[in-house]
């Protein structure tokens, strides 16, 4: 076995946690995997790694080989990169919100794939954040804090969450002054996020809860949009979501002195240093591109009026 390619699967087995693991995701057979750890460990006379029923962990000596494998590996894949012709091509795999996917990255994708014919994407659209390396995705874009710090995350810009509703409900109902008030209203939500029917607010979404009693629940954004527009009740949203309703006068931002802090919209990657030619040049357009969409940047409340 070529001695490179030893020390992939070493950092692929640390990576992935599980020799078995590395295995399916690197194609290879579990023997495979043994072998190659086997005869790295023999070639270096010492253990790297430590084994137990449920878990993989390096050993100091596998910690202090891990980091230069993978630095030895990142100046291999430039080396090839920059002999190689210029022209970008392969498979990029990416994920994004539905909506957001739909309104924001499918029009870049499609201006990234005109000017790189040779490359191919894949897009997963999911409202779930899906796992970079349980779906073999190479780049994600996401709206929320980063709760994962082994992953590498840009925030291209940020958006709020808002309470909206049609001028005919509110000339019909009344428009609440403090969130209160709310559980007297008509509300519609999302699904996907919690079980738990209640509206937070404040800045750090300590400062007042709201139960409440929806009149229509979905998962779906468009469906809340119309029901939002139709007079159905009112919607808790991202500003990118009703930017263009509210500047129409389809709807009217309320409450907006009591919205939580904005949340970030980031790029989300495995890493960086490791990055491929063709993620980074996609990591860097998707940069440019997302970060000057006005629609993706908190609502003023004063240029609403």
């Given amino acids: 076995m070529d001695r490179l390619d030893e020390m992939a699967i070493f950092v692929a087995v640390l990576q992935y946690g599980s020799l078995a693991e590395a295995a399916r995701k690197l194609h290879r057979s579990p023997p495979a995997i043994t072998r190659a750890i086997a005869s790295l460990e023999h070639r270096f006379g010492a253990r790297l790694v430590e084994r137990t029923t449920r878990s993989l962990a390096p050993t100091e000596a596998g910690a202090r080989l891990a980091e230069?494998?993978?630095l030895l590996l990142s100046q291999y894949q430039n080396a090839v990169e920059d002999t190689a012709e210029t022209q970008l091509s392969g498979l990029l795999r990416i994920t994004a919100p539905v909506q957001f996917g739909r309104k924001h990255v499918a029009p870049l994708v499609?201006?990234?794939l005109a000017q790189h014919p040779d490359m191919q994407i894949e897009m997963m659209l999911n409202d779930r954040n899906l796992d970079l390396i349980d779906e073999g995705l190479d780049l994600a874009v996401r709206i929320g804090h980063q709760e994962d710090s082994g992953k590498v995350a840009?925030?291209?810009a940020e958006v709020t969450r808002v309470l909206v509703a049609s001028p005919a409900y509110l000339a019909q109902h009344g428009e609440?002054?403090?969130?209160?008030?709310?559980a007297a209203h008509q509300t519609v939500m999302g699904t996907l996020r919690t079980q738990i029917r209640e509206w937070?607010?404040?800045p750090h979404e300590d400062d007042l809860r709201v139960r409440l009693s929806p009149?229509?629940?979905s998962n779906d954004v468009e469906s809340q949009l119309l029901a939002v527009r139709s007079g159905q009740g009112i919607a808790r949203l991202l500003s990118y979501q009703v930017k263009d309703d509210v500047q129409a006068g389809n709807m009217v931002r309320i409450l907006a002195d009591f919205e939580p802090l904005p949340l970030p919209v980031q790029l989300v990657a495995q890493q960086v240093q490791q990055m491929p030619r063709k993620v980074r040049t996609f990591w860097d357009f998707a940069y440019q591109r997302l970060s000057a969409l006005p629609q993706l940047h908190a609502l003023d409340?004063?240029?609403?009026?």
């Fill in 68 to 70: 230069k494998a993978r």
């Fill in 110 to 112: 499609m201006e990234f």
């Fill in 154 to 156: 840009r925030k291209v």
């Fill in 176 to 182: 609440p002054q403090h969130p209160s008030e709310l």
């Fill in 200 to 202: 937070r607010f404040g």
């Fill in 215 to 217: 009149r229509l629940l």
């Fill in 301 to 305: 409340a004063s240029s609403e009026q």
